[in-house]
């Protein structure tokens, strides 16, 4: 007779509660204590301290279990000794992968070495994320890398469909990727008081905008486009024209005190606004471009005591009158400035 092993199992039921202090990388203890102070004793007549400590252990063995499906890509929906539905699953992976956004600011930028992995008790310290959730996060941030080294086409999308997390997430690691990748300073105590959230959107917008495949179909940074932006200098020539026209449209949309302000510093504008982009040509230069877009932008535009909006009707005003025929530029020049004001004008506006 064949010998065959059965094995027989219930509906594998997620207690999310218990998971999210698991994710949080909270021990057994620590969660004991958690519960009690949200009454959980009160709530369930009967239940004593050392049943809740069984239930505890219980659903932490079941998320270590399912870790274990977790580390190889994929692997979640393939298993079969824990039946889950498709939005069981998703959820579970989702909050597994999920990332602090005070953690992914202090790793972002940082080469993800197994120094750098003894280090993440100072980190835990100094961000206040538990060490055990430090450690899932850089082994899951590690472990996406590893997959998008040599992954041709575009980083989100990949990073989305290889682990089956949502756009969302898979933007925060491609942000992280990317960063590492084209290795941008971000380590200057000056650019200290950048969220995760405004370094996301700068690299997405460079990751749309600026962004081409290399001969090997990896991505690369556009150097053509890069080379053109010389030919930016011929706003340093237009600058009375272009202040006349930028001044002309914000007189009813902005206080006098921007009006006069924008127009006292027209031309520090513009010598900036080239000045980055002829900066981008080097690639050593293009590193810096989280400075460039404080010193350049942030610093003098806080100098000029601007409000958020007041910044942003100024710079879109800026970028739409370049366009205007009095400026006579031509139309190659046109579609670069288009090119490069699309991506610029929202960086500046993140980093604000």
């Known amino acids: 007779m064949s010998v065959i092993d059965v094995f027989a199992t219930n509906y594998t039921v997620i207690d999310w509660e218990l998971q999210e202090l698991w994710i949080k990388g909270l021990s057994t203890s620590e969660t004991v204590t958690v519960m009690r102070e949200r009454g959980v004793l009160n709530e369930y007549p009967g239940l004593t301290q050392d049943l809740l400590v069984s239930d505890i252990n219980d659903n932490f063995r079941l998320f270590s279990m399912l870790e274990?499906?977790?580390?190889?890509?994929?692997?979640?929906?393939?298993?079969?000794?824990?039946?889950?539905?498709?939005?069981?699953?998703?959820?579970?992976l989702e909050s597994y992968y999920s990332l602090d956004p005070v953690l992914a600011r202090e790793l972002v930028g940082k080469k993800l070495s197994s120094r750098l992995r003894k280090d993440l008790e100072e980190v835990a310290e100094k961000t206040g994320v538990?060490?055990?959730?430090?450690?899932?996060?850089?082994?899951?941030?590690?472990?996406?890398?590893?997959?998008?080294?040599?992954?041709?086409?575009?980083c989100v999308a990949n990073i989305e469909k290889s682990f089956g997390i949502s756009r969302q997430l898979a933007e925060q690691y491609a942000t992280l990727v990317f960063i590492v990748t084209f290795r941008f300073e971000l380590n200057k105590k000056k650019l200290n008081y950048l969220s995760f959230s405004a370094i996301k959107a700068v690299s997405l917008r460079i990751m749309e905008n600026w962004?081409?495949?290399?001969?090997?179909?990896?991505?690369?940074?556009d150097k053509d486009f890069f080379m053109l932006l010389k030919d930016l200098k011929v706003l340093l020539d237009k600058d009375k024209e272009h202040r006349a026209l930028v001044c002309t449209s914000l007189k009813d949309r902005v206080s006098p005190k921007c009006l006069s302000e924008v127009e006292s510093n027209f031309k520090t504008i513009t010598r900036?606004?080239?000045?980055?982009?002829?900066?981008?040509?080097?690639?050593k230069e293009a590193k810096d471009f989280f400075i460039y877009l404080v010193e350049k932008f942030v610093d003098p535009l806080k100098q000029m005591q601007l409000d958020k909006n007041e910044v942003k009707i100024v710079l879109l005003t800026y970028s739409e009158c370049l366009n205007e025929s009095p400026l006579g530029l031509d139309n190659s020049v046109k579609i670069i400035l288009d090119k490069y004001m699309l991506t610029l004008v929202p960086c500046i506006l993140a980093v604000l």
Request: hydrophobic share 35%; aromatic share 4%.
């Open 68 to 92: 274990q499906t977790l580390l190889s890509v994929g692997k979640l929906s393939e298993q079969l000794l824990h039946q889950m539905d498709a939005k069981t699953q998703t959820k579970f």
């Open 130 to 154: 538990h060490l055990k959730s430090c450690r899932r996060q850089f082994d899951n941030i590690k472990r996406v890398f590893k997959a998008m080294e040599d992954a041709p086409g575009e």
């Open 211 to 221: 962004l081409e495949n290399d001969d090997d179909n990896e991505p690369a940074l």
């Open 272 to 283: 900036n606004v080239v000045n980055v982009a002829q900066s981008l040509v080097s690639s």
